[in-house]
């Protein structure tokens, strides 16, 4: 439905960062809840960090940014560990 949503209005920050979180939590899940990490953990944290930076491309404010930044950094660093 996120996806679904983005493709109606893909000038809304708000929509894309929702797209990254949801993709970064089911990749943390994944990795949390098995012994290997499942092989699409690296392509949902691609498109969780493909996500994020289209929301920042956006320009959003405040906390959404905050958030969005926050979020980026984590992904970006769990991509160079895996």
């Given at each position: 439905?996120?996806?679904?949503?983005?493709s109606?209005?893909?000038?809304?920050?708000g929509?894309?960062y929702a797209l990254?979180w949801?993709?970064e939590?089911v990749?943390?899940?994944?990795?949390r809840?098995s012994?290997?990490?499942?092989?699409?953990?690296r392509?949902?944290?691609?498109?969780?960090?493909?996500?994020?930076?289209?929301?920042?491309?956006l320009?959003?404010?405040?906390?959404l940014?905050?958030?969005a930044?926050?979020?980026l950094?984590?992904?970006?660093?769990?991509?160079?560990s895996?």
């Amino acid at each position: 439905m996120i996806e679904h949503a983005v493709s109606i209005k893909p000038a809304d920050p708000g929509l894309w960062y929702a797209l990254g979180w949801l993709a970064e939590f089911v990749a943390h899940e994944s990795q949390r809840r098995s012994s290997a990490p499942a092989p699409d953990v690296r392509a949902l944290y691609l498109r969780a960090e493909a996500a994020f930076q289209r929301c920042l491309g956006l320009q959003p404010e405040g906390k959404l940014k905050d958030d969005a930044e926050d979020l980026l950094d984590h992904v970006q660093n769990q991509l160079a560990s895996t």
